[in-house]
Every structure is written in structure tokens, then in C-alpha cells.
Nanobody, 119 residues
Framework: QVQLVESGGGLVQPGGSLRLSCAAS????????VGWYRQAPGKQRELVAA???????NHVDSVKDRFSISRDNAKNTVYLQMNSLRPEDTAVYYC?????????????WGQGTQVTVSS
């Protein structure tokens, strides 16, 4: 059974920091591209950051220079370090793990963790 379990969300003041973690089980983690989406109320889910099995990263423009994604394959965990948080970063953050098997794309999702940036 595949599980992705997020932690680290919460309430933080503008300018503050949080680190999200997502621990995976039931998959060969090192073979997967993993990352984070977020969804704010009334908005579509958007990709925040991703890291491939080879370690290449990409971040959406709105979080570049503030957020940083990393992974620890020994711990089957992906992290999102979020600095200089803004109210517009408020959202539910979801981690995912994705791989391509033949012609099929397989994606697993976490349950989401709430991040609220407010004074």
C-alpha cells in the first residue's frame, strides 16, 4: 500500500519560515519524481516545486528564491523549505510521487497539509 504522509504545516506570520516534509512508503522512492502542489480557496491546484529522481529541480516563478525543494532517498522523504512566506502562500500543500511505467503515468498523492500565513 502506497502512503505519502505530509507534516510541517501550520500558522506562521508573514516573513516567517516553515519546512514541509513528506514521507513515502510502498514505493521505490528513488525512482520517482516527487514534489509539491498547492491549492488555495477558490483557485486551481498549482505545481509549486518538483525534484526528479536524478536530483533536478524546478520551482514555480512565484516561489523562486524563497522556497527550496530537496529529497533524502535514504529516508524516502521530500522536503519543501519555505522562507519569506507571504499571505498569498496560504493554501493546502499536497505532496506527490510520479513515475512512468511503459506508456502509463502513475501518480500518488498525500492527504495535504494546511499552510496559513497571517499576522
Amino acid at each position: 500500500q502506497v502512503q505519502l504522509v505530509e507534516s510541517g504545516g501550520g500558522l506562521v506570520q508573514p516573513g516567517g519560515s516553515l519546512r514541509l516534509s513528506c514521507a513515502a512508503s510502498g514505493i521505490i522512492f528513488r525512482l520517482y519524481t516527487v514534489g509539491w502542489y498547492r491549492q488555495a480557496p477558490g483557485k486551481q491546484r498549482e505545481l509549486v516545486a518538483a525534484i526528479t529522481s536524478g536530483g533536478s529541480t524546478n520551482h514555480v516563478d512565484s516561489v523562486k528564491d524563497r522556497f527550496s525543494i530537496s529529497r533524502d532517498n535514504a529516508k524516502n522523504t521530500v522536503y519543501l523549505q519555505m522562507n519569506s512566506l507571504r499571505p498569498e502562500d496560504t493554501a493546502v500543500y499536497y505532496c506527490y510521487a510520479r513515475t512512468i511505467v511503459g506508456t502509463n503515468t502513475r501518480t500518488y498523492w498525500g492527504q495535504g497539509t494546511q499552510v496559513t500565513v497571517s499576522s
